[in-house]
């Protein structure tokens, strides 16, 4: 299954199935981009960053993709685990800066 | 030791109490922030404190003060709180990378319920 956005608050897919959480970020300024995961009782967990001068990174089992000319990052995960269940943050900054930006956040959930 | 603890984990006060929520990394990390999250919500951005100064306040009211006594650790004040502040404050320190870029680790959270 694949989101269609922020305006898709949720996202379920199956065990085993790849999902892509999107996100669209605000400030065309922002030259680091941070994805979180938030699981139920615990603070935001850093996952995986991508600065603006590149448009693709991959880490184990999830990959961050970078659209500069739309503002637009996604978060794609291969073969997700119940453990993937979450809520899912981007966050944008300008390097250098303290200020770090949550987006909306989109919830996933692993069907088994 | 690569976490941020933060005490209580939960808090209810009254909107006439004084309480503070405490926070201390030893990462040896020199900013260290204070967020708010809502039910269902992203985390805002409260305060940052860089190198035991605070250097950024999101215009937070008063009723909140934020307390730096040394690298390690952080505090939040809290007095005459209103209902509407009931939420989970998180706090983070980070470091700034080769590359020029702050990586938040954030603590588990504090619930605070004002009555």
């Known amino acids: 299954g694949e989101s269609v956005g922020l305006h898709l608050p949720t996202l379920s897919v199956q065990e085993g199935d790849n999902s892509i959480i999107n996100c669209a970020y605000s400030n065309s300024a922002s030259d680091y981009f941070i994805w979180y995961k938030q699981e139920s009782g615990k603070g935001p967990q850093f996952i995986i960053d991508?600065?603006?001068?590149?448009d693709k990174r991959q880490g184990q089992r999830v990959t961050v993709l970078l659209n500069k000319t739309v503002k637009h990052l996604s978060l794609q995960i291969a073969a997700t685990q119940p453990g993937d269940s979450a809520v899912y943050f981007c966050?944008?900054?300008?390097?250098?800066?303290?200020?770090?930006?949550f987006g909306q956040g989109t919830r996933l959930t692993i069907n088994p | 030791d690569t976490e941020v603890t933060q005490t209580p984990k939960h808090l209810v006060m009254g909107m006439t109490n004084k309480k503070s929520l405490k926070c201390e990394q030893h990462m040896g990390h020199r900013a260290m922030y204070w967020y708010k999250q809502k039910a269902k919500k992203p985390p805002e951005l409260m305060f940052v404190?860089?190198?035991?100064?605070?250097?950024i306040n999101e215009s937070v009211p008063s009723r909140f003060s934020p307390e730096c006594p040394n690298s390690s650790l952080l505090n939040l004040h809290l007095h005459a709180l209103q209902p509407e502040d009931s939420a989970l404050y998180l706090c983070?320190?980070?470091?700034?990378?080769?590359?020029?870029?702050?990586?938040?680790?954030f603590g588990a959270g504090s619930r605070l319920t004002v009555l």
């Open positions: 966050a944008e900054t300008i390097q250098g800066a303290q200020k770090l930006v």
């Open positions: 991508i600065r603006s001068n590149m």
């Open positions: 983070a320190s980070s470091h700034e990378t080769v590359s020029g870029a702050n990586v938040l680790t």
């Open positions: 404190y860089s190198y035991e100064k605070l250097s």
